[in-house]
């Protein structure tokens, strides 16, 4: 499925990843329905989809209250066309220890990362069901399959998240419906989370390296969105090894992160920047765009996720290679 002239949503449009799906929405002529809470960041995210080529209309709420989805939804197709595809992307996060996150700041996070993800998804299957057609991406993450220290609430969120798209899903396919739904599982991404997400550490949060640009990110959640029979995409090696060591080695992964994980969380000569945007959007005064400040460490492309996306080509020349080695061999 082309997205060109699409009408796509996309929670968390105002920065990070929801910010370069965005971007790239626009230079594939979609017509873009962005959702956030900060004025500022999309506004300037509208404007970059116009410059790209595409349409553009902004949607402020917040994804936590079902009502004002429910609302965003229902005048986006009333100005925008029927919603062919919705991606959700929006969350908050809190980097400190379990027992340093308050009981209220923890169920702010879980209704941003999970309920956002849940309510996206009931407004968009009310009005796709009844068209019996749509697309619903879940942007993700490797967390969700493997937590690790001072990220309880995001972790814990995006567990649940896999668990309710998997049920989703279930239900989808015993009605027939021709609603698709899929989850992208995604790297560390240098996005503007490490800089006005929550922060009670002594030093500065970062993604665990390898990092990736959110464009890397975004060019795999669009082509989900392009290929909804594949129920998951893995996106960077890291996911895919983290993934698969959480499968066959979930003790060893403990305690290697029990060891190394909160170090490798900070940034040894930098404090956090006492930006929070728990509680009310960070880019009221200030456009924070798609990358975090980790762009000298971030590497721009995936091999792993073009392999991933051409996965015939890559099983064929694996074949021939073989069968190339085999007669090599026999020839010896």
């Known amino acids: ?47 970059e989809v116009g410059v790209g080529g595409g349409t553009a209309k902004v949607f402020t709420a917040d994804v936590a209250d079902h009502e004002q989805v429910r609302r965003a939804a229902q005048r986006i197709e009333e ?94 396919l015993a009605e027939g419906s021709g609603v698709k739904i899929t989850m992208v599982q995604l790297p560390a991404l240098n996005t503007p989370q490490f800089d006005w997400g929550l922060a009670k550490l002594r030093r500065h949060p970062q993604p665990v390296p390898p990092i990736y640009q959110p464009e890397v990110a975004a060019q795999a959640v669009l082509y989900a969105a392009e290929h909804p029979e594949r129920r998951e995409f893995w996106v960077g090696a890291t996911t895919a090894v983290t993934i698969m060591a959480q499968r066959v080695a979930p003790g060893l992964l403990d305690r290697y992160l029990g060891k190394t994980g909160v170090k490798a969380q900070q940034v040894d000569d930098k404090a956090p920047t006492g930006v929070s945007n728990l509680w009310e959007p960070a880019d009221e005064d200030a456009d924070y765009g798609a990358h975090g400040s980790f762009d000298d460490r971030s590497h721009p492309r995936s091999v792993q996720v073009w ?20 007669m090599a061999l026999r020839r010896r």
């Not at 099983?315 to 080695?325: E, K, N």
Request: one cysteine or more; charged letters at 15%.
């Open 1 to 47: 499925m082309s997205l060109s002239d699409k009408v796509v949503v996309v929670t968390g449009a105002s920065g990070g990843v929801g910010r370069s799906i965005v971007q790239q929405l626009g230079d594939m002529g979609s017509i873009v329905a962005l959702i956030a809470r900060g004025e500022v960041g999309l506004a300037s995210a509208a404007v």
């Open 307 to 326: 392999m991933s996306q051409h996965r015939r080509l890559v099983i064929a020349a694996s074949a021939a290679l073989a069968v190339a080695a085999v």
């Open 79 to 172: 100005e925008l066309g029927p919603i062919d595809v919705w991606i959700n992307v929006a969350f908050t996060a809190v980097f400190a220890p379990f027992m340093e996150i308050t009981p209220e700041e923890f169920e702010r996070a879980t209704q941003v990362t999970y309920l956002g993800y849940v309510w996206g998804t009931r407004a968009a299957l009310e009005v796709m069901k009844p068209r019996d057609r749509g697309v619903i991406v879940q942007a993700g993450s490797a967390l969700s399959y493997r937590a690790i220290p001072l990220q309880s609430a995001y972790c814990g969120a995006k567990h649940a998240i896999r668990g309710f798209t998997e049920s989703v899903r279930t239900e989808l």
